[in-house]
């Protein structure tokens, strides 16, 4: 079973960088797709990055393209995502989420994953 925990949130001011893990205890996520999703107080979950399963495709929110990088380390089963140039508009909480995605449309909606991380606090100071 896919058992997804969120690490290295915090507060950072604007400019600054984070990286946060995400890592499958259940060692079964290697052959799933990966996103980030965040969620700012009031709003709605959003999408922030993806990875085929495969490794080899990368999805981004426009509004994330250029300062954020998703990767992967599948000997570790752990996905990463590297935040620089951080605005005080990512402030959110960030999850990750595994699922089974084969077409690209369906990397950008939460509905198509299956396990969910707990979340962990991104806050950017102005």
């Known amino acids: 079973q896919v058992q997804l925990i969120e690490s290295g949130g915090g507060l950072v001011q604007a400019g600054g960088s984070l990286r946060l893990s995400c890592a499958d205890s259940?060692?079964?996520?290697?052959?799933?797709?990966m996103g980030w999703f965040r969620q700012a107080p009031g709003k709605e979950r959003e999408f922030v990055a993806a990875?085929?399963?495969?490794?080899?495709?990368?999805y981004y929110a426009d509004s994330v393209k250029g300062r954020f990088t998703i990767s992967r380390d599948s000997p570790k089963n752990a996905v990463f995502l590297q935040m620089n140039s951080l605005k005080p508009e990512d402030t959110a909480v960030y999850y990750c989420?595994?699922?089974?995605?084969?077409?690209?449309?369906?990397?950008?909606?939460?509905?198509?994953?299956?396990?969910w991380g707990q979340g962990t606090q991104v806050t950017v100071s102005s």
């Open positions: 990875l085929s399963w495969t490794g080899d495709t990368t």
């Open positions: 259940g060692r079964t996520a290697s052959s799933y797709a």
């Open positions: 989420a595994a699922g089974q995605i084969y077409y690209a449309y369906n990397y950008y909606h939460s509905n198509a994953y299956d396990y």
